[in-house]
């Protein structure tokens, strides 16, 4: 079985089991209908999603157009949630031990790129090592389309606000200039520097201090999206 076959085989299946988990009628969320209905028109929009991708694509890039195919379909049935649950839960791998730390609240997703990992000290060129998860990062944001890309600086109370300030909104500027040389379109991002403005730990220790360093990349639903 080649893999576009095979992945509208798992599309199916997931469709079947979500379709029975929303009947058991032990379940104790069974009148809470909404995500069943999610994970059911989700997977059926995954399955009609893989097989047009399928068969859309050439012989070569079945498995590919399936795959794409899949999420779009399965995002579209389902809602901004399903297609923000595949874009997280790749992220997740993709992001695995660098460092970088993925926050969920409802339809908003935050990477949390702490500043020992993103920038030198006072600096506001991108490290070396911060390549690779940008790149990873792009390239999930061409694939996953629907979002507004907010870009965000920060950093702690040392030295002038003044300075803090500039030097908050140009580290998100060379994320996001970066995003933008990598294919993210430019209108979907907003960049801004807070500066000391919003902390998420006391400046009063060195710990803390470091944790507010950092660049926060904030995914929200385009207006309209999925609605």
Not at 143 to 159: K, W
Not at 207 to 227: C, H, I, K, S
């Amino acid at each position: 079985m080649n893999s576009a076959l095979k992945l509208i085989a798992t599309a199916t299946a997931f469709t079947l089991l979500a379709g029975c988990a929303s009947h058991n009628p032990y379940d104790p969320q069974a009148n809470q209908g909404s995500s069943n209905k999610t994970a059911i028109y989700g997977g059926l929009g995954a399955l009609a999603g893989a097989a047009v991708g399928a068969a859309t694509s050439s012989k070569r890039d079945r498995g590919k157009g399936a795959l794409i195919g899949a999420a779009i379909g399965g995002a579209a049935a389902g809602g901004y949630g399903y297609y923000l649950d595949r874009q997280e839960a790749e992220l997740r791998r993709s992001m695995q031990g660098t460092g970088i730390d993925i926050q969920r609240e409802g339809d908003l997703l935050t990477l949390v790129m702490p500043g020992n990992v993103t920038f030198a000290t006072g600096s506001d060129e991108i490290a070396g090592n911060f390549y690779g998860p940008l790149n990873d990062l792009a390239r999930s944001l061409q694939q996953y389309n629907q979002s507004i890309v907010e870009v965000v600086g920060h950093t702690d109370n040392t030295g002038s606000r003044s300075f803090n300030m500039q030097l908050s909104k140009r580290r998100a500027q060379s994320v996001g200039y970066y995003l933008e040389s990598q294919g993210v379109s430019a209108q979907r991002l907003n960049i801004q520097g807070v500066g000391p403005d919003q902390p998420i730990a006391s400046n009063s220790t060195a710990q803390g201090r470091q944790d507010n360093r950092r660049v926060e990349v904030q995914l929200r639903p385009m207006q309209g999206a999925y609605e």
